[in-house]
């Protein structure tokens, strides 16, 4: 929901780093990995019980996941690198739910199983639509220069990292947000699902 918002402010100094990294022989794709890397991290810091461990692990995982959009458009925007990018984003989203689960299965379990259920109806009208506009020609920079053209929701990547942060700061709650969280990635993939029903009809 915020996501549109937030790239007009972070956009800006992401560009300029990006343009050092790149200038210094730094690829995009090392940018994603790395990033990916630090994600795995975080699920595992959260899974053993460190989640105050976890928090800067998360921070570098978004950096990065903006640093590498910042690189390729400072140097070439590859199919590989778009692929990589969505594709690690939602290993690493399903991740830390998964982490909480296997840290408290007993407290945790259906709350996780709920929100992965909710990722994965979002995921799928998701890249659905973006399989959709890809064969009709669409593309935006609303949500800046991506390599998929999607329609945002009321929850995307800034309201997902809200949550992951405030589930580290308060685990017990784990259920709690989670639930909750839950209920709002439904809302946005059914009004997707609706809006581009809508959309493809016509």
């Excluded at 794709?29 to 692990?57: E, H, K, Q, R």
């Excluded at 996941?65 to 690690?88: F, M, P, S």
């Excluded at 399903?94 to 299965?105: E, I, K, L, T």
């Excluded at 685990?171 to 493809?200: E, N, T």
């Amino acid at each position: 929901m915020f996501d549109a918002r937030l790239r007009r402010i972070i956009d800006p100094p992401l560009n300029a780093v990006g343009i050092r990294l790149a200038r210094s022989g730094v690829g995009a794709n090392s940018v994603t990995i790395a990033g990916f890397v630090s994600g795995l991290a975080a699920a595992v810091s959260i899974a053993t019980g460190y989640w105050f461990a976890a928090l800067p692990l998360i921070g570098l995982n978004r950096l990065a996941d903006g640093l590498d959009g910042a690189v390729a458009r400072a140097t070439q925007k590859t199919d590989l690198g778009g692929y990589l990018d969505i594709v690690l984003d939602f290993f690493f989203y399903g991740a830390v739910p998964f982490a909480f689960a296997v840290h408290n299965p007993l407290t945790n379990a259906y709350a996780a199983a709920a929100l992965l259920l909710a990722f994965y109806m979002n995921g799928a009208t998701f890249l659905g639509f973006a399989i959709m506009a890809e064969k009709r020609g669409m593309s935006t920079d609303i949500q800046g220069a991506k390599s998929l053209y999607y329609f945002g929701g009321l929850a995307e990547g800034a309201e997902t990292i809200a949550v992951f942060t405030a589930m580290c700061l308060f685990p017990d709650w784990f259920p709690v947000i989670a639930w909750g969280f839950a209920g709002i990635c439904v809302i946005s993939a059914l009004s997707r699902l609706i809006l581009v029903s809508q959309m493809l009809r016509g």
